[in-house]
């Protein structure tokens, strides 16, 4: 099955900073590849995904990048603010098999320091 | 606020016991998701459900069951407790078993 390796698993930027998240992934299958942010107290909510057509897709201030011949995927934060303060973890799947294969990396806990 | 609501938010109880977690998923959505997320750990697939049937199984023990009902909410049954079993327990729905998951702010169960 898919195997999903994320790092750092924790982070501390200067606010204003830029932070940068790394994940790689086992199965040259998966072609689905979304960020959640969890803060405290509260579930996962996504953020931004990425599908295998593009190698780079931006949301303001959050940006990810992919490339699949090293099978890796990153999610960069720019300008970062002490609400960006949180868990973030990337997942990846074969969105034709749906979300009972996403498979979530261990987290990274991002501080920005004000 | 996803739109999923999970009950209780905390729960303390002894090894070899049992207890149950709920759900209510978003309204509109068919597919609920459970997920269990221990201290350091990623977020661990245990099963999903589609409209009152079970879609898929992930990593989840025979001394845990689930089921959705037909007003789509769903229960995590969790029995012959562990202390390994401490976590917090995440229901996520999805409009369709594909895109975005909500998730609910989780159940932390204590096993002491």
């Known amino acids: 099955g898919e195997n999903v390796e994320q790092h750092p698993s924790t982070l501390s930027v200067q606010e204003g900073d830029s932070a940068v998240i790394k994940c790689t992934y086992s199965?040259?299958?998966?072609?689905?590849f979304p960020w959640y942010k969890q803060e405290l107290g509260k579930g996962p909510q996504l953020i931004i995904d990425?599908?295998?057509?593009?190698g780079e897709k931006k949301d303001q201030r959050i940006a990810v990048t992919l490339n699949k011949t090293a099978k890796h995927f990153s999610l960069h934060i720019t300008e970062t603010q002490p609400e960006d303060s949180a868990v973030y973890f990337c997942?990846?799947?074969?969105?034709?098999?749906?979300?009972?294969?996403?498979?979530f990396g261990t987290g990274t806990r991002l501080t920005i320091i004000p | 606020d996803s739109g999923v609501t999970q009950t209780p938010k905390h729960l303390i109880t002894a090894t070899g016991q049992r207890v149950t977690l709920r759900c209510s998923p978003r309204s509109g959505d068919l597919s609920v998701y459970w997920y269990q997320q221990s201290l350091d750990q990623g977020l661990q697939f245990l099963i999903q459900?589609?409209?009152?049937?079970?879609?898929a199984k992930g990593n989840i023990l025979e001394r845990f069951s689930a089921q959705q009902f037909p007003d789509l909410h769903s229960e995590l049954n969790l029995s012959s407790l562990e202390l390994g079993d401490s976590a917090l327990y995440f229901c996520a729905s999805s409009i369709i078993a594909t895109g975005e998951l909500f998730f609910g702010e989780g159940s932390r169960l204590t096993v002491l």
């Open positions: 459900y589609y409209n009152g049937e079970e879609r």
């Open positions: 199965d040259s299958a998966s072609n689905y």
């Open positions: 990425i599908r295998s057509n593009v």
């Open positions: 997942a990846a799947s074969g969105t034709n098999f749906g979300n009972e294969k996403l498979t």
